[in-house]
């Protein structure tokens, strides 16, 4: 995907996920991530990123929005976290950040047309400048939701930006001793993927700590009940020397695995190459369409 560097340079509120040049303390670390792996030439779906100028514009009118930096303890008062987080919810978008994303909307349906005539379906991604660093990834805390028109993403947009302040993502932050507000949220708007398969690779086995070994969880379709815990995936364990399959085992599906021979070598070669990539081993979460995969995260692996 490319697009035009007017419509890159003009914007301060939107990042381009092919620009390699955004500042990850403006898109946040899963958008940072996306536009590391196109940098790279791996495949992603096509999209930008609302950037942290965005939420800040609307942070600035929420109430008590400023004393969220000045007296982050506040956020450990119930009262005060579901009243912010109502407030972030409740909307609407401020007229500049509307303006943004509606100008970002009508370019991406332009590059990504949807199939049959009908709108192109979205996915929509909070992005925290905290998040999937080397320190702490965050992993499913923050508001991910997918299948959505355009003009169901604003609403998405503010539910992304109040996950900032759940009560879980409080919880992991003051049990890291992380900023309790959290800095700031991006928020990244992608073409949805029409996925056959979802999976989540470990390329280092996340269990016994192997670094020859990876670890693959896969389920059929869009594979968000996956990542968020609520469906059993299948559970596939490949020697990085020879490719061998060393364990299998089978998830709730009745339809039988949910990723073929083909398809699982060249899950594990692109994994490989992202690791290489990105110096480490990484966590990645991929959708299989039938033209092939399409990276949809990676972040490196933070627990020993």
Not at 64 to 81: F, I, V
Not at 165 to 174: C, H, K, L, Q, T
Not at 178 to 207: C, E, K, N, S, Y
């Amino acid at each position: 995907m490319t697009t035009s560097a007017s419509a890159r340079a003009s914007d301060p509120m939107v990042a381009w996920l092919d620009d390699a040049d955004i500042e990850r303390d403006r898109i946040g670390g899963k958008a940072a991530s996306l536009t590391r792996l196109a940098s790279y030439g791996f495949r992603i779906p096509p999209g930008f990123c609302l950037t942290t100028d965005a939420f800040a514009a609307q942070a600035a009118s929420l109430p008590g929005g400023t004393d969220r930096h000045s007296n982050p303890m506040a956020l450990l008062d119930p009262g005060t976290r579901s009243a912010l987080v109502q407030a972030m919810v409740a909307g609407p978008l401020s007229p500049v950040v509307a303006a943004s994303l509606v100008a970002s909307l009508q370019l991406l349906s332009g590059l990504v047309p949807g199939a049959d005539g009908e709108p192109a379906l979205l996915a929509v991604r909070s992005s925290s400048v905290a998040e999937d660093g080397a320190a702490a990834s965050f992993a499913g805390l923050h508001d991910t939701e997918l299948g959505l028109t355009a003009e169901e993403v604003a609403p998405a947009v503010l539910r992304c930006w109040a996950s900032l302040w759940s009560e879980r993502a409080i919880g992991y932050r003051a049990r890291r001793g992380l900023a309790l507000d959290g800095d700031a949220m991006a928020v990244v708007v992608q073409a949805l993927v029409p996925a056959r398969a979802a999976v989540i690779v470990f390329t280092r086995h996340p269990v016994s700590g192997r670094s020859d070994q990876l670890l693959v969880n896969a389920a059929p379709g869009l594979g968000e009940a996956m990542v968020s815990g609520m469906i059993t995936p299948d559970t596939i364990v490949v020697s990085k020397a020879d490719r061998a399959v060393v364990d299998f085992t089978p998830g709730e599906s009745t339809d039988g695995p949910a990723l073929r021979d083909d398809a699982l070598d060249a899950l594990v070669t692109l994994s490989l190459e992202v690791e290489r990539a990105f110096g480490a081993p990484v966590d990645i979460e991929a959708a299989l369409a039938d033209d092939g995969w399409y990276l949809l995260q990676a972040r490196p692996i933070t627990t020993p």
